[in-house]
Structure formats: structure tokens, C-alpha cells
């Protein structure tokens, strides 16, 4: 059953990579396409990707995208390119505030701190890609959210766009949750701003975000390793508790060369079964 992808992620070889993010992005997208799936990938445009080197290309109707984050009229532009050595379509989303000034360490700064506009940075990341549909002319089936960078994206979907017009019809979003670490601990006033909804259920002024997600996601993959099975303390949370139903454990080895293969027919399953 083929289907339409918007594979949200913040890292794809060549153009970023500091985390195992990157490899997944690289490779699962290209899988998805030979199963014959419509899928196009979004990442921010980080100033040291080379535009020349990667042949981005302008795309008139994806130039100035308006759109509000936090009460405040914004502006995005997005350029167009293809995996190499592939025809992954990547789009990338600009932004001279946010993403022109990141090294390439990405959520952090040279001196290893965490960047503390992290939460912000992502909300507005989220709402941008959203935002693009209507001038891409394109509406997809799933909503493919990677990591906690994408975790604003399925309560902000129902909250602000599911049903807006054709382009926001009939969409399901899937949580994918590859690490637990620091970053995913973000400001519930960051979750207020970007006008994403919080389950009553949770409390505190510091919030993870994939506990918010879960309760908005339509589905729920989370990525184990045999080093590192990250379910075992997810399953243990209240709000995956609440949400078990959506849960999906995809196993797979964390050596040089995973099999994509089948990491990807297990998704497919969950993604068949999503839109049935």
C-alpha cells in the first residue's frame, strides 16, 4: 500500500550528523521509496551546508512561507535537493535566526554546553514545516517525526492545522523515538508558546517532550538497540502507560552497517496499519 511521507528529521548524511540520527535518516527514506511509498524529507538548512556542493535548487512557490509562532508573524523559505546518490527528495528549511548560525555540533555549543533556545528552536522548526504543505502543493498521509526535535509536531498538528483545508485532511502522525537523553527535557512554557496542548496529567515547569507527544501521536515507534533499550524506562512513564496502545518496539543491531531492511519492513507494518 503505497503512501505519502513527510519525513521530518534534523540530521541526514552528508549534510548534518552528530548523533545516530543521521544513518537512520540517511537510509530508512531511501527503504520507505523502494517499497514504493511517496516520501519527501525536510531539515533545517544549518549555514555550513554548502548550497553550491549539494546543488540546492530555489523553488519559487516555497519562498517567503508566512506563518505565526508565538503570537508573531513569520517567514520561512525553503530550498530543494536529492539525497545523493538517490532521489530522496530533501527540502531544506531556512532560517537566518535559527538555523544559519549553528555549528555543527547542532544543539550544542563549542563549549558542550546545550543550547538553551533548544525547546524554541524546534517549536518553530515544527510549525515552519507544517506550515509548508499548501505551497508544496502536497498532502501527506504521514507525518514521520523523528526524535525529540519533531516531538511539538503531533499535538500541534491536531491543535492547529488537522482540518484546516485539503492539504491537512485525513493526516496521521508518528512519533519516533531513537535516544533518551537531556535534550528531550524542554520548558512547558516552550510547549504554551508554540501552542501545543498538555495532557492535565502533566505537572512541573520542565517537561519531556515525548510524554507530551505521546499523548497526541496517532502511533508510537521506539527504537531499541541491544546496547541500549531505551522501552524498559519509557513503558515505565505514566504517559506511555496511558498510551500503550500506540506502542511499537522495533529492535535492531547498532553496528557499522544495520539492517535497514528490516527495520523498515517492520515499519511498514506500522504504517500500513496506521492508514487501514
Not at 10 to 26: H, K, N, Y
Not at 50 to 74: A, H, M, N, Q, T
Not at 175 to 191: P, T
Request: positive net charge; aromatic residues 12%; charged residues 25%.
Amino acid at each position: 500500500m503505497s503512501q505519502k511521507i513527510y519525513y521530518l528529521t534534523t540530521e541526514i548524511i552528508p549534510f548534518a550528523q552528530v548523533s545516530p540520527l543521521a544513518d537512520f535518516s540517511t537510509n530508512i527514506p531511501l527503504k520507505l521509496q523502494e517499497k514504493g511509498h511517496d516520501i519527501r524529507t525536510i531539515i533545517p538548512k544549518y549555514g555550513f551546508i554548502s548550497e553550491r556542493k549539494y546543488i540546492l535548487r530555489e523553488v519559487i512557490r516555497l519562498r517567503e512561507i508566512p506563518f505565526e509562532f508565538g503570537g508573531e508573524d513569520k517567514i520561512a523559505s525553503v530550498k530543494s535537493a536529492f539525497i545523493p546518490k538517490t532521489r530522496v527528495q530533501i527540502y531544506f528549511l531556512e532560517d537566518e535566526h535559527w538555523f544559519q548560525p549553528l555549528t555543527n555540533l547542532l544543539y550544542k555549543a563549542k563549549n558542550g554546553r546545550v543550547l538553551a533556545d533548544n525547546g524554541e528552536r524546534y517549536g518553530y522548526f515544527s510549525k515552519a514545516v507544517l506550515s509548508t504543505l499548501p505551497h508544496l502543493f502536497w498532502s501527506p498521509d504521514i507525518l514521520f517525526c523523528n526524535g525529540w526535535q519533531s516531538a511539538f509536531v503531533p499535538g500541534m498538528f491536531k491543535a492547529q492545522f488537522e482540518g484546516r483545508n485539503e492539504f491537512y485532511e485525513n493526516i496521521k502522525t508518528v512519533m519516533v523515538i531513537h535516544e533518551l537523553n537531556e535534550y528531550s527535557k524542554v520548558e512547558r512554557s516552550e510547549f504554551v508558546r508554540a501552542g501545543v496542548p498538555i495532557h492535565s496529567s502533566l505537572k512541573g515547569k520542565i517537561l519531556n517532550s515525548y510524554d507530551v507527544a505521546a499523548f497526541e501521536a496517532d502511533a508510537i515507534i521506539i527504537m531499541d538497540k541491544p546496547s541500549k533499550k531505551i522501552s524498559g524506562n519509557l513503558l515505565k512513564k505514566s504517559a506511555f502507560k496511558a498510551n500503550k496502545k500506540k506502542v511499537t518496539i522495533i529492535t535492531y543491531d547498532d553496528d557499522e552497517s544495520p539492517d535497514y531492511n528490516a527495520v523498515t519492513d517492520k515499519l511498514d507494518k506500522v504504517l500500513v496499519k496506521l492508514s487501514a
